[in-house]
């Protein structure tokens, strides 16, 4: 098994340090990390060192650090578009996609969402702060050393502009005539990968979005639930664009 990644601010010097706070009292009380276990340290945007455990006690942990390296972003990234689930498939969408490896989020307040987020009263900003730290702790479950960042709430012309930039934008949608699998791919630059929400994108949103440069394709005979939808067509994309080596 892989050894077990822990954030921090910024990675420290080579030698002993002391890693206290939540990520240390994590390390020390619930992983329960002894004398001589291995585990890693990350700045969360691919700069990461090796450490061994010296000593650990309820307020965290003291470890002896490695020296520097850096795992580069991948020359083909995926950003998600993701259209505001209801309840508790929120949180698991995000989760999801992360743990298969997507690299930016985005969230979308689209026509047909029965969460709303655009309300005021901050409603918008928290629900990014939620989603951040749901994708902080999914990089840590699934030993990423980079944690997805997760922009602000997008509206459509935020998404057109998104599509717009991208080396190529795809729009799941149940009734695209273009299997993914079909469809030719890029090797480096910008994916957009756009995810409805629970009552589908709408005819106006997909008018707007192929207008923009956008491929409509369906994942295959099932019909996924939103919150699941972008972990299976980042599975897909890791294979066939060897982000997955």
Do not use: N
Not at 88 to 94: G, I, P, T
Not at 139 to 153: D, E, M, Y
């Amino acid at each position: 098994m892989s050894d077990p990644v822990f954030f921090v601010d910024a990675l420290p010097r080579s030698g002993r340090f002391v890693m206290g706070g939540d990520e240390g009292h994590h390390a020390s009380t619930v992983k329960r990390l002894r004398p001589g276990e291995r585990l890693v340290l990350s700045d969360g945007d691919g700069g990461w060192a090796p450490a061994v455990v010296v000593s650990a006690d309820g307020r965290g942990l003291a470890v002896d650090v490695g020296a520097h390296q850096y795992d580069a972003a991948p020359a083909l990234s995926v950003t998600l578009v993701q259209a505001l689930p209801k309840g508790e498939r929120s949180d698991l969408a995000v989760d999801l996609a992360t743990e298969a490896g997507v690299d930016a989020i985005v969230p979308w307040q689209a026509s047909r969402c029965v969460a709303r987020w655009d309300g005021g009263s901050g409603k918008a900003e928290r629900g990014r702060q939620k989603w951040q730290r749901v994708a902080r702790e999914a990089a840590k479950q699934s030993r990423r050393r980079r944690i997805p960042p997760v922009g602000a709430l997008a509206g459509i012309d935020d998404v057109v502009r998104a599509i717009t930039a991208a080396e190529l934008a795809l729009v799941l949608h149940e009734e695209g005539s273009v299997a993914l699998g079909s469809v030719p791919l890029p090797t480096a630059g910008l994916v957009v990968l756009v995810v409805g929400p629970e009552g589908g994108v709408a005819p106006e949103e997909i008018e707007r979005f192929e207008a923009a440069g956008a491929r409509t394709v369906r994942l295959g005979a099932e019909v996924l639930r939103t919150s699941t939808a972008a972990a299976v067509a980042l599975g897909a994309l890791g294979v066939m664009t060897g982000r997955w080596p």
